[in-house]
């Protein structure tokens, strides 16, 4: 699944450990998501809509 985590990131000029923090799981794991070898679960997607002030399908792109 494509998303645009790190676009938005790059963006706030925020660091993956900061997200991290502020979303409450490693930097491994933003790392992951952001690479497409991880799908968030369903609340931390919604904490990174709402993080980035955006909506879940803006993030997220379920389409190949």
């Known amino acids: 699944m494509k998303n645009a985590v790190r676009t938005l990131r790059t963006q706030a000029s925020i ?3 900061a997200l991290a923090t502020a979303m409450g799981v490693s930097r491994q794991t933003i790392n992951s998501i952001e690479t497409g070898r991880y799908l968030p679960s369903l609340p931390l997607a919604m904490a990174l809509a709402r ?12 389409d190949p």
Request: glycine share 0%; no cysteine.
């Open 51 to 62: 993080y980035f002030e955006s909506t879940v399908e803006e993030i997220f792109d379920v």
């Open 15 to 17: 660091s993956q450990a």
